[in-house]
């Protein structure tokens, strides 16, 4: 349940965690004669929303009590690294969670561990089904449609949100469809102590996905399609980090002092009325933007994030039009669990439409479940560019070693800040970290396709 983690799993467990996956016991069955049994379910805690927590645990632990006559034992985690460590120990003792909830990029990084089950078609059927999924949110459950460890219960596609006030007063009728149409309208929007576009450069999670969305608009990518090769130091991908530094340096469309800023500084400006469009942003943003202190409560839109990278008038042939990541949060079984069939129930009980309206309200995460979706749109209609945006998602690469490739562009960005903090950069010096941290990347690709 929390935001996309960056993590560096110790793949030598691979090899123990095969054999301790044929050492696990994965019973089947029926959940009846469960009364007594403890599932074990580890989530990410959630800080911002400890009164939401609170409730959510209350209300599915007796929604899963109801139904399968077991206990329910919710487990937390603070960190990547907390999770990282989790996962390990528990591969190598057998024991552990019996449910992980994963980050969408995490994902592929726990199924190289083989640590995880993967999902027969009468698994799935116990689960809930794939039908009443939405189709794009499992992009990023397995290698293929066929081999999967994750069932997607939140979706978190990245969009943008505009200053309705703003662009009104600019004459600009309608978001932006490229990146170079809202390159110009954001020049239009800065002035008077306000700037076209709130960025947060010195974020931890969110400045790899601009370089990625500009790499695919592109028609580039940051590994090879079959897997066996890091490209960040592509033509592409070297272009496109110079494009997201460019918005602070060259089109001067970001506050200077956003070199410094976290997302949540960048979204304060939006909110303050300092900023006019907030890109790369998710729906749990409606918790800050109608909160009592918004500046902007009825004054803001959402729109899908431009299908069109910088200085293109359309995509070229073959390129993704990348305006998000499938990104979310999987639900993952571990391969030594003894309550298969009650991590099963649980699973189909978190994808039901009532838990996925309810996790909805508390967290602001948009249902998986095609019903429990439509339900929200019905109500919250300004959001449904977020589910727009959600299919014409692009799944990052499924990989183990695509934690380090994040790792990589994050090093790339931070190691650029203080330039940029004077309103600059050098080429040669982005050139020589993305050749570094391709070096890194490719190393990892090595190790897991061993």
């Not at 490229?178 to 929007?189: F, G, V």
């Not at 070199?259 to 469009?277: E, N, Q, Y």
């Amino acid at each position: 349940m929390g935001r996309l983690r960056k993590v560096t799993l110790i793949l030598p467990l691979v090899a123990a965690s095969v054999a301790l996956a044929a050492c696990g016991s994965s019973t089947s069955g029926s959940t009846s004669g469960s009364s007594g049994k403890t599932l074990t379910v580890y989530v990410g805690a959630q800080p911002n929303y400890p009164q939401q927590f609170a409730q959510w645990s209350k209300d599915i632990t007796a929604k899963f009590k109801a139904a399968t006559g077991a206990n329910l034992q919710i487990e937390t985690y603070s960190s990547a690294s907390d999770e990282t460590t989790k996962i390990q120990t528990s591969i190598v003792s057998g024991s552990g969670p019996d449910v992980y909830v994963l980050g969408t990029t995490f994902t592929p990084v726990a199924y190289g561990t083989k640590g995880f089950l993967t999902l027969s078609a009468a698994d799935w059927t116990a689960a809930g089904g794939k039908s009443r999924l939405l189709p794009q949110t499992l992009g990023m459950s397995g290698p293929n449609s066929s081999t999967q460890i994750g069932i997607p219960v939140a979706m978190r596609p990245f969009g943008m949100i505009y200053n309705t006030a703003l662009f009104k007063a600019a004459g600009i009728a309608n978001p932006p469809t490229t990146w170079d149409e809202l390159i110009a309208d954001a020049q239009k929007l800065t002035k008077n102590g306000v700037y076209g576009m709130a960025v947060g450069y010195a974020d931890t999670y969110d400045p790899w996905k601009f370089i990625w969305a500009f790499t695919h608009q592109a028609g580039g990518s940051l590994v090879s399609k079959d897997l066996k090769t890091a490209q960040l130091n592509s033509p592409q991908v070297v272009n496109a980090t110079t494009q997201y530094f460019d918005l602070l340096t060259k089109d001067k469309v970001v506050d200077p002092a956003s070199a410094g800023w976290k997302d949540a500084d960048a979204m304060a400006a939006f909110a303050s009325g300092k900023a006019a469009i907030f890109p790369m942003a998710t729906g749990t943003a409606i918790n800050t933007l109608d909160g009592a202190s918004s500046a902007v409560k009825g004054q803001y839109a959402f729109a899908p994030l431009p299908g069109v990278g910088p200085g293109m008038q359309s995509l070229p042939a073959g390129a993704d039009p990348a305006q998000t990541i499938v990104s979310g949060d999987n639900l993952a079984i571990a391969s030594y669990t003894k309550n298969k069939d009650l991590a099963l129930a649980y699973a189909k009980l978190s994808t039901d439409t009532a838990m996925q309206v309810e996790q909805f309200n508390l967290f602001g995460n948009l249902p998986t479940n095609q019903q429990a979706l439509d339900q929200v749109l019905k109500d919250n209609p300004k959001l449904a560019p977020f589910a727009d945006a959600e299919k014409g998602s692009t799944p990052t690469a499924f990989t183990g070693a695509f934690a380090d490739i994040e790792n990589g562009l994050a090093n790339v960005v931070v190691q650029s800040l203080p330039g940029l903090a004077k309103g600059t950069y050098d080429v040669s010096a982005v050139k020589s970290l993305l050749d570094a941290a391709n070096s890194k990347a490719q190393q990892s690709l090595n190790r897991a396709g061993q």
